[in-house]
């Protein structure tokens, strides 16, 4: 079993959905969490960390449950500009990498 | 501002020829760490250095060294490549010296091994 678990999608959405993506993990022990974006043939890049009492930023909310091990990252009103590989990143002694989710957001 | 710099962008070996992938960042972090992301597995840890004259091992680290000298400085070498080892490589590094925080990556090195 892989240690960090996502839907790999692909997800399609018409411009102005709201879409969310799952992601668990094996390692109770597992610290800090993040999710990442990654567009086309680049570099990841981080969205936003993921605190225990869930966290916004703009139109992106993710949330944690420790006690089922996942994680959310929930986007409302999606642009195209969204259209992305979503990582889902967990952290115990080194940060492991989800498959990823990746979302086309269409007009 | 430069941030984290990885050479070369594509390269092609034959089997079991050696070479060394560069990273470097001006960010003055003493976490780097070396991954490789192949299709539907995720980015994989392969070595990673929490400072200047520390190295560790990652999740895969077979066929791969790795030293910091500086802490600028983080190459990747394999010794004798495999075509197992086709994968896309990416350097990143964090202000973190555990590396649980924000990491800040290269813009990735496509390497092809025939």
């Known amino acids: 079993r892989k240690e960090v678990e996502q839907d790999p999608g692909p997800f399609n959405v018409p411009e102005g959905a709201t879409v969310a993506f799952n992601c668990t993990y094996s390692?109770?022990?597992?610290?800090?969490f993040f999710w990442y974006r990654q567009d086309c043939r680049k570099e990841p890049k981080l969205l936003m960390s993921?605190?225990?009492s869930g966290n916004e930023d703009g139109r992106f909310t993710a949330q944690l449950n420790r006690a089922s091990q996942y994680i959310s990252l929930l986007i409302r009103d999606s642009k195209l500009s969204d259209s992305a590989t979503y990582l889902c990143?967990?952290?115990?002694?080194?940060?492991?990498f989800g498959a990823g989710t990746r979302l086309t957001v269409k007009p | 501002n430069a941030g984290v710099t990885q050479t070369p962008k594509f390269q092609v070996l034959k089997t079991g020829q050696s070479m060394t992938l560069q990273c470097a960042q001006d960010m003055n972090h003493e976490y780097m760490s070396w991954y490789r992301q192949d299709p539907g597995m995720g980015l994989r840890l392969i070595h990673y250095s929490v400072g200047a004259g520390i190295t560790d091992q990652g999740e895969v680290p077979n066929g791969y060294n790795v030293s910091r000298s500086t802490t600028e400085d983080f190459p990747l070498r394999l010794l004798s490549a495999a075509p197992s080892q086709t994968s896309v490589y990416f350097c990143?590094?964090?202000?973190?010296?555990?590396?649980?925080?924000?990491?800040?990556f290269g813009s990735g090195t496509q390497l092809s091994v025939l």
């Open positions: 990143v967990v952290s115990h002694n080194d940060m492991r």
């Open positions: 990143a590094s964090s202000a973190a010296g555990t590396g649980k925080e924000k990491l800040f």
């Open positions: 390692n109770s022990a597992s610290q800090s």
């Open positions: 993921v605190y225990s």
